[in-house]
DNA sequence: TCTGGGGTCCTAGGACCC
DNA sequence: TCTGGGGTCCTAGGACCC
């Protein structure tokens, strides 16, 4: 009896979460749009059997759909952000040792327990996130994250539980495996590897440690030794720090103009600041990037800059400016811009920064900081962009992301909560 | 008209130091 | 005539994940 890694995935998360509230969806295709309702990012099994797949282009297909009757929505964060934290939550009481891996993703450590009493507790796990969220999911059950996660692939084919223990066992599912579909193993490594005449994940594990160290650096041994069921990967119980944070968004329409611009960068620092001040974080350095759109034959730019600011900072105003500076620096006139972002980099805990002393200190801090205070707490009171920096623009804003078929947000806003008759 | 957003880790190579 | 060797740190780019 060892310790065993349980790997709990959400199945077709962001399908099944609209399909809580709206169970007339029961039955149907459902595919879920990234932002912009640009591509699919999630698929209801009648979704997948009906062939579309996974990151298309939804514009190219939406005759398709409608001929199909499959219903599309925009993506829905604040829904799918609250019912996977309701998962979570009920995850935790499993165990103690947890790791969120995703978004609708969860590695849990059970130490010694018998086979049986493992697959027992992994059917508990699904029938209570069932009945208490409505979220079905599958359990992968294995000594390694690596096997756990391949034996999650293969609870989802079969009765949504799947433990790899013995070893002909996993030899000969990892001999049905293609090295792409192992944890870890890219698309770029898995044509790489089959040019080496490495084709399943058995032909890997079988790989030698120097060859696979040479070809697939350090990460790819770890991958491997996971593979021959030695632990390389540990939990992480708790989230290591964040060590950068990215705002960036593809426009609903192409962008030419500065002030365009300039409105749509003010508006991600803000939002970037927003994120950094709910984990207690401060910025030294603010990156700011400009695109074109790389599919569309038209003049292509891209361009991105990083600056240190003089002292670390997690004022909205103290990142602004930079960060409006480096957007002029790195404009170009002529191009139909296509997106554009935020990434505050060299992140530390407020609390042990360095001091500089070209930072505001006593009664001027103490006031920015009660500002950015009064800023916080008015965008949640009164919901996200009810307190800006007028540089982000009033009015209409061309740029703004296209979300055309976004369902209520059944659970996180009181104008929107579903009624029952 | 129309193709997402947010992260991490590893390595190579240059700068710099003694 | 002849021009070392070893170390660290930083960054950009590439790979991966969801």
Redesign the pocket.
């Known amino acids: 009896m060892r310790d065993f890694h349980l790997m709990v995935d959400c199945n077709n998360f962001y399908a099944s979460c609209e399909r809580v509230f709206n169970p007339g969806l029961e039955g149907k295709p459902v595919v879920v749009l ?3 309702d ?2 699919v ?1 999630a698929r209801s099994g009648e979704a997948k059997a009906l062939g579309i797949a996974m ?1 298309e ?1 939804a ?1 190219k297909r939406e005759a398709f759909y409608a001929r199909h009757g499959v219903r599309v929505f925009s993506s829905n964060y604040a829904l799918y952000g609250d019912m996977s934290a309701r998962v979570m939550r009920t995850l935790s009481l499993f165990s103690a040792e947890a790791e969120v891996y ?1 978004i ?2 969860c590695f849990l450590l059970l130490r010694g327990m018998s086979s049986a009493s493992l697959i027992e507790t992994a059917r508990e796990i699904r029938s209570t996130v069932k009945k208490w969220t409505g979220i079905p999911v599958g359990v992968g059950i294995a000594r390694t994250k690596t096997l756990a ?1 391949a034996a999650n692939r293969l609870a989802k084919r079969g009765d949504g539980v799947r433990l790899l223990e013995d070893d002909e066992d996993i030899d000969r599912v990892l001999g049905d495996m293609e090295t792409g579909d192992v ?8 044509r790489y590897l089959a040019a080496c005449g490495v084709h399943t994940a058995l032909d890997l594990k079988r790989r030698p440690d120097d060859w696979v160290r040479r070809h697939l ?3 790819g041994l770890r991958t491997v030794l996971e593979l021959r069921q030695t632990p390389c990967i540990a939990l992480e119980d708790a989230p ?1 720090p ?9 426009f609903g ?2 962008v030419e103009s500065l002030e365009s611009l300039e409105e749509a960068v003010s508006s991600y620092v803000q939002r970037a600041a927003e ?1 950094l001040r709910r984990k207690g974080l401060v910025a030294g350095a603010v990156q700011v990037f400009l695109e074109t ?1 790389r ?2 034959p038209d003049p292509k730019h891209e361009a991105s800059l ?1 600056r240190a600011l003089p002292a670390p900072t997690a004022d909205t105003l103290a990142l602004h400016a930079p960060a409006l500076k480096i957007l002029r620096d790195i404009y170009k006139p002529g191009y139909k811009y ?2 554009a ?1 935020v990434i505050l980099l060299d992140l530390a805990p407020t609390g042990q920064r360095q001091l500089s002393f070209l930072e505001p200190r006593g009664e001027e801090k103490r006031k920015r900081d009660a500002l950015m205070n009064v800023l916080d707490r008015a965008n949640t009171l009164f919901g996200r962009g009810a307190l800006t920096l007028a540089a982000s623009g009033v009015g209409k804003k061309e740029w703004h ?1 296209r979300q055309e078929r976004r369902s209520p947000r059944y659970t996180t806003s009181w104008a929107e909560l579903p009624l029952v008759r």
């Open positions: 990234s932002n912009n640009g591509c990012i990151g282009p514009y995703s609708d993703e996660k944890w870890g193993i890219g698309r770029r490594n898995a650096t350090v990460t290591p964040a060590r950068s944070l990215v705002c960036s968004r593809s329409r192409r994120k759109n599919f569309q990083c296509q997106k972002g992301m």
